[in-house]
C-alpha cells in the first residue's frame, strides 16, 4: 500500500535526522525529487516518494525507512 501522507521539510528532515534547513539546501542544489504538491507556494511530498529518494540516494548509509 502506497502511503500519501504528505511531508514538508520538517518531516523529511525528522526521517533522515537532519536539520529543515538541510532538507532545503538539498532541494536548492537539485538532491531532492520535485515535489508532489504545492500548496501556498510550499512544497509537500508524499512520505513514499521520499522513501524511495532514501533507499536510493547516492552515501545512503541504510538511515531508517519507517
Same mark, same amino acid.
Given at each position: *500500500?502506497?502511503?500519501?501522507? %504528505?511531508?514538508?521539510? $520538517?518531516?523529511?528532515? =525528522?526521517?533522515?535526522? !537532519?536539520? &529543515? #534547513?538541510? !532538507?532545503?539546501?538539498?532541494? $536548492?542544489?537539485? %538532491? %531532492? &525529487?520535485?515535489? #508532489? %504538491? *504545492?500548496?501556498? @507556494? $510550499?512544497?509537500?511530498?508524499? =512520505?513514499?516518494?521520499?522513501? !524511495?529518494?532514501? =533507499?536510493?540516494? &547516492? @552515501?545512503?548509509?541504510?538511515?531508517?525507512? #519507517?
Amino acid at each position: *500500500m502506497t502511503d500519501h501522507r %504528505l511531508w514538508s521539510y $520538517k518531516e523529511i528532515a =525528522a526521517h533522515i535526522r !537532519v536539520q &529543515p #534547513d538541510t !532538507v532545503r539546501s538539498y532541494r $536548492k542544489h537539485g %538532491l %531532492l &525529487p520535485p515535489p #508532489d %504538491l *504545492m500548496q501556498g @507556494g $510550499k512544497p509537500y511530498w508524499y =512520505a513514499e516518494t521520499i522513501r !524511495v529518494w532514501v =533507499a536510493n540516494r &547516492p @552515501g545512503n548509509r541504510n538511515r531508517r525507512s #519507517d
